[in-house]
T-cell receptor
Framework: GAVVSQHPSWVICKSGTSVKIECRSLDFQATTMFWYRQFPKQSLMLMATSNEGSKATYEQGVEKDKFLINHASLTLSTLTVTSAHPEDSSFYIC???????????FGSGTRLTVV | ELKVEQNPLFLSMQEGKNYTIYCNYSTTSDRLYWYRQDPGKSLESLFVLLSNGAVKQEGRLMASLDTKARLSTLHITAAVHDLSATYFCAPDPRGGSEKLVFGKGTKLTVNP
């Protein structure tokens, strides 16, 4: 139980275009989802916390106009990287807390490469 | 602000040997999680430690939590190559409702 499905697994896009990443909770309702970014050989850094039906809370230094997060339902949260640039190339991972499990479950991650 | 310190950051060990990874954190937390990450993959949950004194074992890995010392350990027994990965700890002061802060990770390489 407590599975989060993340798509796409990898994406290559041109500079200046936008990319949308989806995370769906398959067998539970995710009131809160977390979006992380991981650069090579580094730890996970939280970008933002999204709550169903309300605006996301962004961490300091994360541009909310560039990384648009939508959490319109209890089972779907999306991250859109707008006007992507090569420096946005990274591994993006979503996560949701699951009270019944006493922990957090993570999506499979999205490798974004901006060329 | 919660700070999480893992050590060592890099660990190269031979098969068959034992070793311990340490995770210290700065804020009182009754819960702590350990994750494994393989190259190019997301996080895989290893252990969920929910109280002081909690000890959990899975195969060659054993994790423990001392909330008073703000310390968790991940002990590796008789390492095998398949354990090569990066291991992250994350304390959870709020009990599963807020963001996690991860340690920098310990990259474990088990050599034949």
């Amino acid at each position: 139980g407590a599975v989060v499905s993340q798509h796409p697994s990898w994406v290559i896009c041109k500079s200046g275009t936008s990319v949308k990443i989806e995370c769906r909770s398959l067998d539970f309702q995710a009131t809160t989802m977390f979006w992380y970014r991981q650069f090579p050989k580094q730890s996970l850094m939280l970008m933002a916390t999204s709550n169903e039906g309300s605006k996301a809370t962004y961490e300091q230094g994360v541009e909310k106009d560039k990384f648009l997060i939508n959490h319109a339902s209890l089972t779907l949260s999306t991250l859109t990287v707008t006007s992507a640039h090569p420096e946005d190339s990274s591994f993006y991972i979503c996560s949701a807390s699951y009270q019944g499990m006493g922990g957090y479950t993570f999506g499979s991650g999205t490798r974004l490469t901006v060329v | 602000e919660l700070k999480v310190e893992q050590n060592p950051l890099f660990l190269s060990m031979q098969e068959g040997k034992n070793y311990t990874i340490y995770c210290n954190y700065s804020t009182t937390s009754d819960r702590l999680y350990w994750y494994r990450q393989d190259p190019g993959k997301s996080l895989e949950s290893l252990f969920v430690l929910l109280s002081n004194g909690a000890v959990k074992q899975e195969g060659r890995l054993m994790a423990s939590l001392d909330t008073k010392a703000r310390l968790s350990t991940l002990h590796i027994t008789a390492a095998v190559h398949d354990l090569s990965a990066t291991y992250f700890c994350a304390p959870d002061p709020r009990g599963g409702s807020e963001k996690l802060v991860f340690g920098k990770g310990t990259k474990l390489t088990v050599n034949p």
